[in-house]
């Protein structure tokens, strides 16, 4: 008798794209894009160094989006409120849901987002690299035509954008 199986997948973190998606040197690493792993979840590994901005305030229409945080400290805002994660601590954040989130002083925060399903977010932050090795920084008019592209709808006007966590 056989036993047919689907094969499994492996990505050595050698193997890995990490893009640099800002001037202060924030990155993401494409650990599985939703691509490679059969479209069911998308999964990077992201860090920023502290007090530092990371997404302003928007929500996607096709996809959920959790942060787990392995190290530092992550404010994240959903809502219009914000709190901050700590190592082990998960956020999640459904379908169009608004969220934003960035560093404090104090810490810098290594993270992993989990998009569900398996958006091609990888797109967006090769897009956030190009802007970031731009001689001239791009509009933000220009930053939020290229997020709709990508499913996400940047809220520059949320209240959220304006009241960090103090």
């Not at 709190?83 to 082990?88: K, Q, R, S, Y």
């Not at 290229?146 to 966590?165: E, I, S």
Request: with cysteine.
């Amino acid at each position: 008798m056989s036993f047919p199986e689907p094969g499994a997948v492996w990505r050595p973190a050698t193997t890995t794209e990490r893009a640099v998606t800002s001037p202060t040197g924030s990155w993401t690493r494409f650990a599985a894009p939703g691509a490679e792993v059969g479209g069911g979840f998308g999964l990077f590994e992201s860090w920023i160094p502290a007090d530092s901005p990371g997404a302003l305030p928007h929500l996607h229409t096709g996809f959920t989006e959790s942060f787990y945080v392995l190290d530092g400290a992550l404010r994240v805002m959903t809502g219009g409120t914000w709190t901050e994660a700590g190592p082990g601590d998960l956020v999640h954040v459904p379908h169009r849901g608004v969220h934003a989130f960035r560093t404090g002083p104090d810490s810098d925060a290594r993270f992993l987002i989990l998009f569900v399903p398996g958006a091609p977010r990888e797109r967006y932050f090769r897009g956030l690299a190009e802007f970031a090795a731009r001689a001239t920084p791009p509009s933000a008019e220009e930053v939020d035509a290229f997020a709709l592209t990508c499913d996400q709808v940047n809220l520059r006007d949320h209240p959220g954008f304006t009241t960090p966590l103090s």
